[in-house]
């Protein structure tokens, strides 16, 4: 499903945030990409997602070698490939519903399949009676879940979660990680870059550690080793 392939990034003067990473993700897994700050895992997720070129090696999606893409092919790739941060990156003068419709808006979607994807994705994200309100009218951990629904739009089949619960007291970064847990038995393959440690270790799942931009540790079922 993804495969990298010696894949290397250098920032100047002369830092490597990526050295010669080589690693497969299945379709359908669920794993945590962990490591300290300044190990690599921002530009791992970055290059994912086509905002970083790797200056050596090749990452593949499927068939598809996104090395090579485009900008007109970026937005595609995101529809394939879709994030989420932890700062929900929600649009605060539009409802709920409407900031997950807007990503469909900006597709061309019609209205009437805006109506029919949208209630659907907002229930099962939990959100079906508060879909109406406004992202100053519900919490942190509601935010978070309408930012996995506006990801979710789209039936990306790998769902990248770049610190999804960094802003979350323990009991709503649960809950996400939850979410994220019913997702992945949906089939989508899911990437948690984190730095929880006790999320990490409570998960029992694949985890792969980053260190100086190397991997350092891959354990099919594995703990936060750092």
Request: proline fraction near 4%; include cysteine.
């Amino acid at each position: 499903m993804i495969t990298l392939e010696n894949v290397s990034k250098t920032y100047p003067p002369n830092i490597k945030a990526l050295d010669r990473v080589s690693l497969s993700i299945k379709a359908g897994e669920f794993v945590s990409l962990v490591g300290q700050s300044g190990t690599g895992k921002t530009t791992f997720v970055r290059c994912l997602i086509g905002e970083e070129k790797p200056k050596e090696g090749k990452i593949k999606i499927g068939d598809w070698d996104i090395t090579k893409i485009g900008k007109r092919e970026i937005p595609y790739l995101r529809r394939q490939v879709a994030v989420i941060f932890q700062d929900f990156k929600l649009l605060p003068k539009k409802t709920l519903y409407e900031n997950v419709a807007f990503a469909l808006e900006v597709a061309g979607k019609s209205n009437a399949k805006i109506k029919s994807i949208v209630p659907q994705v907002m229930k099962i994200v939990g959100l079906g009676a508060k879909m109406h309100r406004y992202p100053n009218e519900v919490s942190g951990g509601e935010q978070q879940r309408a930012a996995i629904a506006r990801a979710l739009v789209y039936q990306p089949k790998v769902l990248l979660a770049d610190e999804p619960t960094g802003n979350l007291d323990s009991i709503n970064a649960q809950e996400i990680i939850d979410l994220l847990k019913k997702i992945n038995e949906f089939g989508t393959t899911v990437i948690l870059v984190t730095h929880n440690r006790d999320i990490v270790n409570r998960l029992k799942r694949r985890v792969i550690t980053l260190h100086d931009g190397r991997v350092i540790s891959d354990q099919a079922v594995g703990k936060y080793v750092l």
